[in-house]
């Protein structure tokens, strides 16, 4: 009885973990431009060998090579790299209310691409100010608290008051806009994979791929600074070195995804509670259930944006009129996971 649910847990890790590439496969088919699978294989081997298959229209070339295939890179990318990020923090902070952007990304970055478009217009990428501002942010939360090796309160509520400052400095920004600019700004913050290519994933995909990799190199770790930092530094782990580090990690890849898409809420929320409820609290688990399952739930997010209606809704608003029902369902049944 033992082996068989041994066999079907690990089934289900491996069913799982290949789910974002099935749904990638999937995706690509998808969109106000239906392309069917026979002619999606066709197309796929013509990217390859144009002289394989010359009856493919150059349309489907054109939809999947310039639109579909760095839209659904980038939303996988983005996904997982939201997901391990959040799963990463709540476990580096024993708290499951803590999110990717509690350290004043969200808001750091949101100002950085404000002030870019207002006073700069589009002479300078608003991805760039993004960027740099929202690790601006997490260097002033990390300076204001002093440490990264106690004190884990005294991080989290400093990063809600740089959030805050942060969101202030918008608003003056947003003042001042114009109101081209300002529906260009609220477009941006509203988060938006519609205008995704392959300069965005230049930009974003290394410093993501960069971090993910670290995170994933840390994850056993991450099991033993969940617990106290006395029985941590018993274990031989140098506690300030390692929360530093998952720190610098979650905050370049949420940073490098956030300049690019804009705000995305939810995802890195919800994503670690679904995966420690299916899946248990060893973040050796946790860390690679979550960037698939977050790759796969924003690739399912983005086809429904794109194949229901002839107008796309922005992914942040679906993912936070979805996600705070389900979060509400999912409260209670993941309070024990944290008990």
């Not at 990217?47 to 009856?55: K, M």
């Not at 990717?100 to 870019?116: D, T, V």
Request: aromatic share 10%.
């Amino acid at each position: 009885m033992t082996g068989h649910i041994l066999k079907r847990r690990k089934a289900g890790r491996v069913f799982f973990l290949a789910l974002p590439l099935l749904l990638f496969i999937i995706s690509l088919s998808i969109g106000s431009y239906a392309i069917s699978p026979g002619g999606l294989y066709k197309t796929l081997i013509s990217l390859v060998s144009p002289s394989s298959h010359p009856e493919v229209p150059d349309a489907y070339r054109d939809i999947l090579l310039r639109i579909r295939l760095p839209r659904l890179i980038l939303a996988a990318a983005i996904g997982a790299a939201l997901s391990v990020s959040g799963a990463s923090l709540q476990a580096l902070f024993k708290n499951p209310l803590v999110n990717e952007y509690i350290l004043g990304i969200s808001s750091g970055a949101a100002f950085g691409a404000a002030l870019s478009l207002v006073f700069l217009g589009r002479a300078f990428p608003p991805q760039i100010a993004a960027f740099v501002f929202a690790v601006v942010a997490v260097a002033v939360v990390l300076l204001i608290s002093g440490q990264a090796e106690s004190h884990s309160i005294s991080l989290l509520l400093t990063g809600i008051i740089v959030t805050a400052f942060f969101s202030a400095l918008l608003s003056l920004v947003e003042f001042f806009a114009s109101p081209y600019v300002l529906q260009a700004l609220f477009f941006w913050l509203m988060g938006s994979l519609s205008l995704a290519s392959w300069k965005d994933l230049a930009i974003s995909l290394p410093l993501i791929a960069v971090g993910l990799i670290l995170l994933f190199l840390l994850r056993w770790r991450l099991n033993i600074l969940s617990m106290s930092d006395e029985e941590a530094r018993s274990l031989g782990v140098n506690v300030r070195r390692e929360k530093w580090l998952v720190i610098a990690a979650t905050t370049l890849i949420t940073a490098a995804g956030t300049s690019i898409v804009g705000i995305i809420g939810w995802v890195g929320f919800i994503v670690p509670h679904f995966v420690r409820l299916m899946f248990g609290a060893d973040n050796r688990l946790v860390i690679p259930m979550s960037a698939a399952m977050g790759a796969s739930i924003m690739l399912v997010a983005d086809d429904i944006i794109r194949g229901v209606s002839s107008f796309e809704i922005p992914i942040g608003i679906f993912t936070s009129l979805v996600g705070i029902p389900i979060f509400l369902i999912l409260l209670k049944k993941t309070k024990k996971v944290w008990l």
